[in-house]
């Protein structure tokens, strides 16, 4: 289902002069996000239009297979990261919609699909966005009005991947605002994927140069059972070894059975390691972080890969990650966003599923009893996180990218009127017009690192420093943590 982002009655956008013959169709932009707290039954499909927010629900037609089924083995995870990278995509298409500038007299529409970070979501989502049925038909798309132009996510590479295998087949543009995996630059396997990040080589050299800055030689690693992980982990061996660091131990998480984490938990203790570098989500890890033995770890110096993003948004976690180090993209400045966040309520927007379920589970309280801005001000200021943009900067670019690969193919005269949108526009010429090219990194300050690296365990200085890769195959540590 497509729809209007604050169209007029005419279909274009309000303040703007319709110019002679001009174009108030309707093209879209679509984002794979992973908001759910967990894997359900449903695919959720939020349309937001000039009436307000609707929903519809509609059943995974995909079935999954026994592992995929077992993976999750603890039920909740906190998921406001992800609520703050959908809330910062809707952001950019309406300040996209409302520039003069840029796409004139185009309205970017969107759907929004959470896979609940099932690869098989994503791949049901993404064949519903290109049939625009209900239920996924392949080769066939019932489209009335609009166009689909460009699909954005995943965040998670091993998501992204199925999702390119299918995109890339029929030349949709896809841009991941997460993925790192080395296997997407491809460009035969997926000439039409790109990312706004560096691929893992970046991420994968700048752990070993922290070690090697810091003396540290003799280290365990964990990974996760994807694919994604076992390639990155496996070069990631490669280039330890090559430097002279010993690896203690490797523990994969598979996410099937909590007598394993146990077992990884009494593994960690016992080792001589004081180093830990994790390469997994945090779907695989998370158990790991409720076993018992887990509080006895904060001796541990934790390296954590950008595939953790999200434990920062719980205070379960600081006790044993307190004073360790977490990789990071770059944080960039997205003005207005903060305020747009703050507003962004379940009494404003009652009929929105994704923020009802989180301030349900939260707040406890829905609809006309949430206050807004109080809860966020208070309880849930630290959760948003609404000063630290790194991976929302990321899916803001990215919305960013397509709005201007469009612009292009609109100088160019590529759809002038709705007869030559529909007759012109095909999903390969917006991958033409797209370029390697990003929206350039804002620089983050630098810290300094001293050798002799000592991890601090006090509980309430709630501090961790976060290394942002840069594009230029440097590193710099910024301060991104917590104080009370």
Not at 16 to 26: E, H, Q, S, T
Not at 362 to 372: A, I, K, P
Not at 400 to 405: C, E, G, L, S, T
Not at 439 to 458: A, M, R, T
Request: hydrophobic share 40%.
């Amino acid at each position: 289902m497509s729809s209007r982002t604050g169209t007029g009655a005419a279909g274009q956008r309000p303040g703007r002069r319709a110019a002679p013959g001009g174009l108030g169709d309707l093209l879209e932009a679509v984002i794979e996000t992973r908001v759910g707290l967990q894997a359900g039954a449903v695919i959720k499909r939020l349309v937001i239009g000039p009436q307000g927010t609707t929903e519809e629900f509609s059943p995974i037609a995909t079935v999954q297979p026994k592992s995929a089924q077992r993976r999750r083995v603890i039920g909740r995870l906190p998921a406001f990261n992800y609520l703050r990278h959908l809330l910062a995509f809707v952001f950019a298409i309406e300040e996209i919609n409302k520039n003069p500038k840029l796409l004139p007299n185009i309205t970017l529409g969107f759907q929004v699909y959470d896979t609940c970070s099932i690869d098989t979501g994503s791949v049901d989502g993404l064949l519903r966005i290109l049939s625009g049925t209900q239920n996924p038909v392949t080769k066939y798309s019932c489209y009335k009005r609009g166009q689909v132009a460009a699909i954005i996510g995943h965040m998670l590479s091993s998501s992204s991947v199925v999702m390119a295998q299918v995109a890339s087949i029929h030349r949709y543009p896809q841009i991941s605002y997460g993925a790192m995996d080395l296997v997407l630059s491809d460009r035969l396997q997926f000439p039409s994927f790109y990312r706004v990040v560096p691929d893992e080589r970046y991420e994968q050299d700048a752990i070993v140069q922290l070690l090697l800055h810091f003396g540290w030689r003799w280290v365990g690693l964990i990974a996760s059972v994807e694919d994604s992980s076992q390639r990155a982990s496996k070069v990631l061996r490669e280039k330890l070894t090559k430097e002279g660091i010993c690896l203690e131990y490797l523990i994969t998480c598979s996410g099937t059975s909590l007598d394993s984490y146990q077992e990884a938990v009494k593994a960690i203790q016992s080792s001589s390691s004081t180093v830990v570098v994790v390469y997994s989500s945090l779907m695989y890890f998370g158990p790991l972080m409720y076993s018992e033995g887990w509080s006895s770890l904060a001796n541990k110096v934790w390296i954590v890969s950008l595939t953790m993003d999200i434990f920062t948004e719980t205070n379960i976690y600081w006790g044993v990650f307190n004073g360790s180090l977490m990789m990071s993209f770059p944080r960039g400045e997205i003005p207005g966003l903060k305020e747009f966040l703050f507003t962004a309520t379940p009494a404003l927007y009652p009929s929105n599923p994704f923020l009802r379920d989180l301030w349900v589970s939260e707040f406890g309280c829905s609809g006309s009893n949430c206050l807004g801005k109080k809860y966020l001000q208070t309880v849930g200021l630290s959760l948003y996180d609404v000063n630290n943009f790194h991976v929302t900067y990321n899916v803001y670019k990215s919305v960013y990218v397509v709005a201007h690969a469009l612009h292009n193919m609109y100088q160019m005269g590529e759809f002038t009127s709705v007869s030559s949108l529909k007759k012109n526009f095909h999903p390969w010429k917006v991958t033409q017009a797209l370029t390697e090219k990003t929206l350039e990194h804002i620089p983050c300050e630098p810290f300094s690192c001293l050798l002799g690296y000592v991890k601090p365990v006090q509980p309430m200085n709630r501090r961790l420093v976060a290394v942002a890769l840069l594009p230029a195959e440097r590193w710099v540590a910024i301060d991104w943590g917590m104080k009370t």
